[in-house]
C-alpha cells in the first residue's frame, strides 16, 4: 500500500535507535523526507547515513528532548530546511525504574519534562506549519504501560497517562478546528530494543522494532485521517485491559 506521504516531511525526535529510529526508517521507505534528533552526535550520524541509504533526503541534528528550548529549535530547523512540516513523532527515552512509594519530586518532574512535556512542546512549535498545510500527522510514542501499568516503572507509568489525557483532549480540539491534523499515540509492548535490554526484557514475545515503525507509519499515513485521539497499543496481545 501506498502511505501517500511521498515529499512529505517528517520530524522524528529520539531516533538514533530503536523504535524511534524505526519508525524514521518506515517513514523513509515510503518517500518521506525526514528530520531526526539524538543526543549523541556519534549515533546520530549512523542513523543518518542509513537513512539516506533508503534514498530519503535527511536532516540529523544533536537536540535532548529534555531541553525545553529543543522543539522550538527542531521545528525551526526543520522549516529552514524543507519550508513545511507535515508529519512529527514525537519519541523520548523513558525514565528509570522506580517504586510508586518512594518517588522524589525531582524525579516526577523529571520524567514528566521528558515524557509528557517534550511532546506538549514539539506539538505546540508544529501546528502553525500543518495549519498552514492544511493536513498534520502528529503521532506520541508512548507505552502500554497507559493501558495496563507496569509495576516498578511508576515513572512512566505516571508521566505517560499525563501525555495520553493530554493528546485525547488536543485530538478532540483539533477534530472541532476540521483543519485535517490528527493527534495519536502509538504505545509500544515489549519490543526487541537497548530501552528493553536495560530493563532485563527478554524472551520471544517482544516485538520487531521494524514492525512497530510500519504502525507508526501507517498512522501518519494519508489513510489514516480519521483516526484521531487514538491509542494504539502494539503489544501482541500482551495487555488484558478493555
Ligand atoms: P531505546 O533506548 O532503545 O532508544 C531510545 C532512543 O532515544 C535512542 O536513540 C536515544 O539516544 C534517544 N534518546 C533517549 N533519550 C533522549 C532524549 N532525552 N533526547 C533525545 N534523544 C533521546 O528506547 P526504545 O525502546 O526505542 O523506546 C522508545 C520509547 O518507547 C521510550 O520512551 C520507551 O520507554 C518507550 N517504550 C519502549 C518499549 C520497548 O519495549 N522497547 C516498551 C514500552 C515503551
Same mark, same amino acid.
Given at each position: 500500500m501506498d502511505l501517500g506521504i511521498r515529499g512529505k516531511v517528517a520530524l522524528v525526535t529520539a531516533?538514533?535507535?530503536g523504535l524511534g529510529r524505526a519508525s524514521a526508517e518506515a517513514l523513509a521507505e515510503d518517500g518521506a523526507r525526514i528530520v531526526l534528533c539524538a543526543r549523541n552526535e556519534e549515533a546520530l550520524r549512523d542513523a543518518e547515513q542509513a537513512i539516506t541509504g533508503l534514498g530519503a533526503e535527511v536532516l540529523a541534528i544533536v537536540a535532548?528532548?529534555?531541553?525545553?528550548?529543543a522543539p522550538d529549535r527542531l521545528v525551526e530547523a526543520t522549516v529552514e530546511r524543507f519550508g513545511r512540516l507535515d508529519i512529527v513523532v514525537a519519541n523520548a527515552g523513558g525514565p528509570p525504574p522506580a517504586s510508586a512509594l518512594e518517588l522524589d519530586d525531582d524525579a516526577i518532574r523529571a520524567a514528566v519534562e521528558v515524557n509528557l512535556l517534550s511532546a506538549v512542546r514539539l506539538v505546540r512549535a508544529a501546528l502553525p506549519h500543518m495549519r498552514a498545510g492544511g493536513w498534520g500527522r502528529l503521532c506520541c510514542i508512548s507505552s502500554y504501560s497507559v493501558v495496563q501499568p507496569i509495576p516498578g516503572l511508576a515513572l512512566s507509568n505516571t508521566a505517560r497517562s499525563g501525555l495520553r489525557a493530554w493528546a485525547k483532549t488536543g485530538a478532540a480540539d483539533l477534530a472541532a478546528e476540521g483543519a485535517g491534523i490528527t493527534l495519536n499515540l502509538v504505545c509500544p509492548g515489549p519490543h526487541a530494543t537497548e530501552r528493553m535490554r536495560q530493563l532485563g526484557g527478554s524472551g520471544a514475545t517482544m516485538g520487531d522494532p521494524a514492525d512497530f515503525g510500519r504502525v507508526v507509519a501507517f498512522m501518519c499515513s494519508?489513510?489514516? *485521517?480519521?483516526?484521531? *485521539?487514538a491509542t494504539i497499543?502494539?503489544? *501482541? *496481545?500482551?495487555t488484558l485491559a478493555l
Open positions: 531516533a538514533s535507535r535532548d528532548m529534555a531541553d525545553p528550548t494519508a489513510h489514516a *485521517g480519521f483516526v484521531n *485521539g497499543v502494539v503489544d *501482541g *496481545g500482551a
